[in-house]
């Protein structure tokens, strides 16, 4: 029997085309297929190996809205019964009246004085038809209007890295700038500190952003932030509660 390989290292870019790996240990995953016994790539990207499972990560492309991912989104449009949302997708979303505030809210009240065009708020999506409709919620922790601070826009791809292992890296840049930050999964960010501190969380942000298939990442992006703060940083991983929080911007994590 033929000894399984890999052809490639974690992380590493590919092209479609590219072999991954030889034999029948490994197993195909997003973005790679299967032919014969070897296992090809079928995008560019990022390899991910996950024991046996061999998957692309792309390095480009616009957010596909996923049932329950939890996201920022900007008011673009109100129609009579919600608001219209940019959501750094092909497609828009709806916020409804019932989904946006346990507020009552009658037949012609002017919804300005809930959300207005340009506002952005923290929201969960809790449906996508097959049309690619999609529908949201600000029902739940931490779902919001966000105030202040600043708007910056990344690869949705890039985002799980930008979070780090159980929320380490972005708590890292949250620690090192006092700043209050939201990762939402559609690569909308949202910073809030002194203007000095959300430029270096900024361009912390950029730097994951751009190197992220880099090994020692966490490394680089801890010294750019002491040289920039003047801070010592110990490394920690979150507990379970503060990861979640990442995404969702719980209270724990803001002040």
């Not at 991912?69 to 092909?90: H, Y």
């Not at 708590?171 to 910073?191: E, L």
């Not at 750019?224 to 994590?253: D, H, Q, V, W, Y």
Request: aromatic letters at 6%; charged letters at 25%.
């Amino acid at each position: 029997m033929k000894v399984s390989e890999l052809k490639v290292q974690d992380k590493e870019i590919v092209v479609p085309g590219d072999v991954l790996a030889d034999g029948m240990e490994y197993l195909p995953a997003s973005g790679t297929y299967r032919e014969d016994n070897r296992i090809i790539s079928a995008r560019l990207g990022l390899v991910h190996v996950d024991r046996r499972l061999i998957k692309i990560i792309p390095l480009s492309g616009r957010y596909m809205p996923k049932r329950d991912d939890i996201i920022i989104g900007k008011v673009i449009d109100i129609t009579i019964g919600g608001w219209r949302l940019d959501i750094n997708s092909a497609y828009s979303a709806m916020l409804s009246m019932k989904d946006a505030t346990s507020d009552f809210i009658r037949k012609g009240d002017d919804l300005t004085k809930w959300f207005g065009i340009g506002d952005y708020m923290v929201s969960k999506i809790v449906n996508v038809t097959s049309q690619n409709l999609v529908d949201l919620s600000m029902r739940g922790a931490g779902l919001r209007k966000v105030k202040g601070g600043r708007i910056i826009t990344v690869n949705c791809n890039k985002v799980p890295r930008i979070i780090g292992k159980g929320g380490s890296m972005v708590s890292m840049v949250k620690m090192a700038t006092d700043c209050n930050i939201i990762v939402g999964q559609n690569g909308f960010v949202w910073i809030l500190g002194t203007p000095e501190n959300e430029a270096i969380a900024s361009e912390a942000i950029a730097m994951i952003e751009e190197n992220s298939h880099v090994s020692g990442l966490t490394d680089s992006v801890k010294e750019f932030l002491e040289k920039k703060t003047g801070r010592t940083i110990t490394l920690s991983i979150p507990t379970n509660e503060e990861a979640a929080g990442e995404f969702a911007g719980e209270s724990n994590e803001l002040h």
